[in-house]
């Protein structure tokens, strides 16, 4: 199974829950969901790749039953699709929206070609956290989600020379080129922030914890994280 069927399978079990459980209050959440935001080159992808490996060696608890990944590649493709994004258009049932559910229906109309993706993204991740067991890579995730409960909202931050050695899989061996690469990304998501959210990227206030990756290895941010969704559900219920 591909990982866009695998986010569809997930959107079909929202919508099984939508139509057997109770209403969702977003004052109070669902489950839990993790949203992480990094430096280009600071682990993001490996961190949420190995937490989801991690969640998946728990599924004999319900808690870590049924957990999606979505990266920003994959709410493109969703954002893209008018067949799922119908899917997750008729997920939204409560009465009840906050500063930031009436500034991302601001967002829906209007604005050039790319900004409409980014903001039925925006859409997207804000509907899984909502009903929550995701986990949220970029795209201002944990911006959009901060005013949500039971959210674990993590920055991932590290020395250029550790990013460059990590991105020239992606850019090649040239570490100037590498550099040149990694600035563009981070500018780009700094700049993505500012617009959308009117804030700056680099603040610690806006997260529950900034980890310096050449100093605390993945593995233990994983480990961290998933002692959180399980406080995080038991302070919920």
């Known amino acids: ?17 939508e139509k057997n459980g109770p209403a969702i209050d977003p004052k109070k959440g669902c489950f839990p969901f993790v949203a992480i935001s990094r430096q280009a080159g600071a682990g993001g992808q490996a961190l949420a790749t190995l937490l989801t490996e991690k969640i998946q060696k728990l599924h004999a ?41 009436d500034m991302i229906a601001q ?24 009903h929550g067991k995701v986990i949220l890579v970029g795209r201002g995730s944990t911006f ?12 991932l931050e590290a020395s250029m020379e550790s990013r460059i050695k990590r991105m020239m899989p992606v850019f090649g061996p040239d570490a100037k080129k590498v ?28 997260y529950d914890m900034t980890f310096n990756t050449d100093r605390v290895p993945i593995e233990e941010i994983a480990k961290l994280l998933i002692e959180m969704i399980r406080d995080k559900a038991a302070g919920a219920c």
């Open 179 to 206: 550099r040149q690469g990694i600035e563009e990304k981070d500018k780009a998501k700094a700049e993505l922030v500012k617009t959308f959210f009117h804030t700056d990227i680099r603040d610690p206030l806006l």
């Open 1 to 17: 199974m591909t990982e866009i069927h695998k986010l569809a399978s997930f959107i079909d079990s929202l919508h099984y829950h």
């Open 61 to 101: 608890e319900p808690l870590f039953q049924d957990w999606q990944l979505c990266n920003q590649e994959l709410c493109q493709m969703v954002a893209q699709d008018p067949k799922l994004k119908d899917m997750v258009e008729s997920l939204r049932r409560t009465e009840y929206h906050s500063h930031a559910e």
């Open 107 to 130: 967002f829906i109309y209007g604005g050039a070609s790319q900004d409409l993706v980014i903001k039925k993204m925006f859409h997207l991740m804000r509907t899984f956290a909502l």
């Open 144 to 155: 959009l989600t901060r005013d949500l409960p039971l959210g674990i909202q993590v920055r």
